[in-house]
């Protein structure tokens, strides 16, 4: 009997929007017949009326899934997951990561976040990390899998075009707390001592909250004029500026994965990046890893970098064998046997 797979998803503009299409594309290589349910559950600048739409969203997808379709939810914490509960199809849900429970669980008698996990017949995990956040859930890791992303290796590849024409570090991401922007603009006070014109090129947007403290670090630390913001740049011209950077600053606290680490890698960008999981668990026990919380630490690694061209080619060398690991053809094959297909 062939496996009806439908993939249940949500239109973002982070990471994880990069991750679903990734995921989405390479399974219909692997499998031609993939139907794709899409919600888009933001279409307004008001919250409340937002979640209106998740919960319209959620009644209309029971509706729209057929009895006969093994289903992939690629966010547990969309509203729309709740929908699994009142389907009897076969489900599999990819987990990214744990910070807390979503808000409205608060409000759902009876039904918790762990009720909802566990309700799947298979969770796959995009890291090692984040199967060991499921077992303080008291999540049956029987059911469970680490199934890593991947990366486009004929797009992320090392470039020899420059966008831009000044001595950059790159961050790259949204600015939420969890990214660690205040020691990052700690660590470039810091380096601007021994590399007075070197820039910071913040890529990714952040929303109005987070930008603006953001912007409070980056005065507070006499950072206006090294700090360059350029929001949203094209996926294909992401090679180009992680292959002109002269690292990745990726210091972040708390990550399902950590794209950016693995494009940058492919790239042939030197990582500096967190001495905990899943980022230590991306680079490798050959790459040096920083505390994320000691800026002395981060610029001191910084510098060995940008001093030691050696040293650089190394990190250079390692991380571009270390990215071939992560593949989107791998990935969705590990997915299709993990459901069964």
Known sequence: MTIKICVITEKRTDAINIVNEALIDNLRIQKKQIKVISFNNKPFSLASLNFLIEIIN?????????????????????????????????????FYHYEKDPFYYKVLPSISYSTVLNSFDGIMCISKFTFSQLKT???????????????????????????????????????????????????????????????????????????????????KYGLSECVIFTDYVEEADLPKVYSGAQLLLFPSLLEGFGLPVVEAMSCGCPVVTSNINPMKELVGVEQKTVNPNKPIEMAAECKKILQNNKYRNTIIRNGLKRGKMFNWTTTAKEVLKFIGY
């Not at 009644?59 to 509960?85: G, Y």
């Not at 001595?167 to 660690?180: A, F, H, M, Q, T």
């Not at 660590?187 to 890529?203: A, C, G, S």
Request: proline fraction near 3%.
């Open 137 to 219: 859930l008291h999540i049956n890791i029987e059911k469970c899998k680490v199934v890593y992303c991947g990366v486009d290796h004929k797009l992320f590849k090392p470039s020899l075009c420059r966008l831009f024409d000044y001595d950059y570090i790159l961050s790259v991401g949204s600015e939420e707390p969890r990214k660690n922007m205040k020691n990052i603009m700690k660590t470039m006070q810091i380096l601007r001592n021994d590399y007075p014109n070197i820039k910071l090129l913040k890529v990714g947007k952040a929303n109005d909250q987070n930008r603006k403290r953001t912007i409070s670090y980056v005065k």
């Open 58 to 94: 959620t009644i209309r997808l029971i509706f729209l899934i057929d009895k006969e379709d093994t289903l992939l939810f690629t966010d547990p914490l969309s509203f729309n997951t709740l929908a699994s509960l009142f389907v009897h199809n076969k489900k599999y849900v990819v």
